[in-house]
């Protein structure tokens, strides 16, 4: 290609993936959503003023869709190949978004359900680690998997306080061992009480960190976020094969 235009509106150029996020203060950790370093491409940002966690979680507040969707314009505006977010609850904004944009859309690591369902036998089960259990209705599950023909076993991680902490009260230190602790005696729990899971689905954003730790714990698969959007990412972006024949 030797010209190039002008895309209108664009403040920058380059941009494979746009993510929605919350109006939150967290300490994103490498492996995180909201930590650029997690990715081996160019990401943009784009936050929600006023759509705290509380509001999507607690409250399941949808009062916020122009919002959501204005931010989804602006990142296809921005030139970006496809738009998730950095909250599973945020799958109450799914059909809207992807309505206003002409990009892929994926504000959900939990629309992984069905694909995750085809891979496994008929008599495993999915495990779903989330950040509030009490705040995943099935209503929103329905969303992402509307038609389930595999067992779904949820817990939550809203009572472990290392957890809690920097994550849903957004206190502004987060201790990694103490995270990673309570979330492996978690899954080791959630396994040992249903050991048909064949696979093990992380809806919560910052929980992708601690992927490879559970991975190796449990010797099952697990997706969360990141497995999300690279997927996505390398469809949107092709690159020729080189090599010998």
């Given at each position: 290609?030797?010209?190039?235009?002008?895309?209108?509106?664009?403040?920058?150029?380059?941009?494979?993936?746009?993510?929605?996020?919350?109006?939150?203060?967290?300490?994103?950790?490498?492996?995180?959503?909201?930590?650029?370093?997690?990715?081996?491409?160019?990401?943009?940002?784009?936050?929600?003023?006023?759509?705290?966690?509380?509001?999507?979680?607690?409250?399941?507040?949808?009062?916020?869709?122009?919002?959501?969707?204005?931010?989804?314009?602006?990142?296809?505006?921005?030139?970006?190949?496809?738009?998730?977010?950095?909250?599973?609850?945020?799958?109450?904004?799914?059909?809207?978004?992807?309505?206003?944009?002409?990009?892929?859309?994926?504000?959900?690591?939990?629309?992984?359900?069905?694909?995750?369902?085809?891979?496994?036998?008929?008599?495993?089960?999915?495990?779903?680690?989330?950040?509030?259990?009490?705040?995943?209705?099935?209503?929103?599950?329905?969303?992402?998997?509307?038609?389930?023909?595999?067992?779904?076993?949820?817990?939550?991680?809203?009572?472990?306080?290392?957890?809690?902490?920097?994550?849903?009260?957004?206190?502004?230190?987060?201790?990694?061992?103490?995270?990673?602790?309570?979330?492996?005696?978690?899954?080791?729990?959630?396994?040992?009480?249903?050991?048909?899971?064949?696979?093990?689905?992380?809806?919560?954003?910052n929980l992708p960190p601690y992927a490879s730790a559970i991975s190796n714990l449990t010797g099952l698969p697990?997706?969360?976020?990141?497995?999300?959007?690279?997927?996505?990412?390398?469809?949107?972006?092709?690159?020729?094969?080189?090599?010998?024949?």
């Amino acid at each position: 290609m030797s010209r190039f235009y002008v895309r209108p509106h664009a403040e920058s150029y380059g941009h494979d993936i746009g993510i929605i996020m919350l109006d939150c203060r967290t300490p994103f950790v490498p492996g995180d959503v909201g930590n650029a370093s997690t990715y081996n491409y160019p990401v943009l940002y784009k936050t929600v003023e006023g759509l705290t966690l509380q509001k999507v979680i607690q409250e399941g507040d949808l009062k916020f869709v122009d919002q959501v969707v204005d931010a989804a314009v602006y990142l296809e505006s921005q030139g970006v190949r496809a738009i998730t977010s950095d909250c599973g609850y945020m799958l109450w904004f799914q059909d809207a978004v992807a309505e206003a944009v002409s990009v892929p859309v994926m504000l959900s690591s939990l629309i992984q359900l069905p694909f995750i369902a085809s891979t496994l036998s008929s008599d495993q089960a999915i495990g779903i680690i989330c950040a509030n259990k009490q705040r995943l209705p099935n209503d929103l599950l329905e969303k992402a998997y509307p038609n389930a023909n595999r067992p779904i076993h949820i817990v939550g991680l809203e009572d472990q306080p290392n957890f809690r902490g920097p994550i849903l009260d957004e206190t502004p230190v987060l201790d990694f061992n103490e995270v990673q602790r309570e979330v492996l005696s978690t899954t080791e729990k959630l396994v040992a009480e249903n050991p048909n899971i064949g696979a093990i689905l992380l809806e919560c954003s910052n929980l992708p960190p601690y992927a490879s730790a559970i991975s190796n714990l449990t010797g099952l698969p697990v997706f969360d976020f990141i497995t999300m959007i690279d997927y996505v990412r390398a469809a949107s972006r092709r690159k020729p094969y080189a090599g010998h024949y």
